[in-house]
């Protein structure tokens, strides 16, 4: 299969919410692609609670997952603003691989231990119960929202400027499937006119 051509140093923007374990599974992809490909990641958040806001036919389980899901989120935003985009994949990465993987739901905790391992002042941990950072969440949300509508969830992934829903994988790609997955969206991104391919899930996140 010839190789597709692929722009030197394509950017690649990541929306996240850390809550979202296919969202993890994409990013862990994402990690790989980094890995053989000269790519410009930026990770961004978005945020499921956000986009669930005001919906009233939600099984009570989820609307609990929407309400722990504000803590989060809102501690990678504080931690952004206050100490630059580099501190938030690491966090990401803390957070999500003790809830994902780890199989955890301590969500307190896990954002208690996850800033200690990232070196970050264990004080933005209040913010999390607050809405002190809802207008940059709100905003950078709205960016992921503006490429894709809101008939999404997350991840979103943009390649240079164009973005859509997904991919949505398990178990995450790894070597060449991974670079072939990545190859394809590439191409999708280079057709004006394409909007949607998708199918039933017959399996979950396998971390």
Known sequence: MPEIAVPLTPVVDFWFD??????????????EVARHRDVDVR???????????GRDDL???????????????????AAQRDHGDGVVKP??????????????????????????????????????GTDEV???LRASHAEAIALVGDDVGTPVVAIDGVGYFGPVVTPAPT????LQLFDGLVAMTRVPGFYELKRSRTDGPRF
Not at 44 to 51: A, K, N, T
Not at 59 to 74: H, N, S
């Open 91 to 128: 966090l990401y990465d803390a957070l999500g691989s003790r809830r994902h993987p780890g199989g955890r739901s301590d969500t307190a905790a896990i954002i208690e231990e996850s800033l200690a391992e990232v070196g970050l002042p264990a004080s933005l941990a209040q913010v999390g």
């Open 59 to 77: 099984p009570q389980r989820y609307v609990d997952l929407m309400t722990d899901g504000w803590a989060a989120v809102r501690v990678v935003v």
């Open 18 to 31: 850390p809550a979202c374990p296919w969202a993890w599974m994409t990013s862990r992809w994402m990690d």
């Open 43 to 53: 990770w961004h958040v978005m945020s499921l609670s956000v986009l669930n806001e």
């Open 134 to 136: 809802d207008d940059l």
């Open 175 to 178: 070597g060449e499937a991974a």
